[in-house]
């Protein structure tokens, strides 16, 4: 059974940084095409980094210099490392698992900014 646990997420204030982790089991970890998203209340989900099997990265362009997702394919787990917090980014963060039609979700930790 594939699980994904994500873990990191807390209050940070303004300006803050945070480093979300995901750690996975019950699969073949350096095959999948891994991901964060995120929800905020009343949105939808978005992506916000994706990270392919070989470690090439990809950024939506609100956190493009500002996040960086990274992985440790022997540890099995997903990063994303969040400097410069602004409110916008508040939200539940989600890991995702991707893999041919294999697609795997997390429980998602929660983000808050506050000063």
């Known amino acids: 059974q594939v699980q994904l646990v994500e873990s990191g997420g807390g209050l940070v204030q303004p300006g803050g940084s945070l480093r979300l982790s995901c750690a996975v089991s019950?699969?073949?970890?350096?095959?999948?095409?891994m991901a964060w998203y995120r929800q905020a209340p009343g949105k939808q989900r978005e992506l916000v980094a994706s990270?392919?099997?070989?470690?090439?990265?990809n950024y939506v362009e609100g956190v493009k210099s500002r996040f960086t997702i990274s992985k440790d394919d022997d540890k099995e787990v997903l990063y994303l490392e969040m400097n410069r917090l602004q409110p916008a980014d508040a939200a539940v963060y989600y890991c995702n698992a991707r893999f041919g039609v294999a697609d795997h979700w997390g429980q998602g930790t929660q983000v808050t900014i506050s000063s």
């Open positions: 990270i392919s099997p070989g470690g090439t990265p």
């Open positions: 019950g699969t073949f970890f350096s095959l999948y095409a």
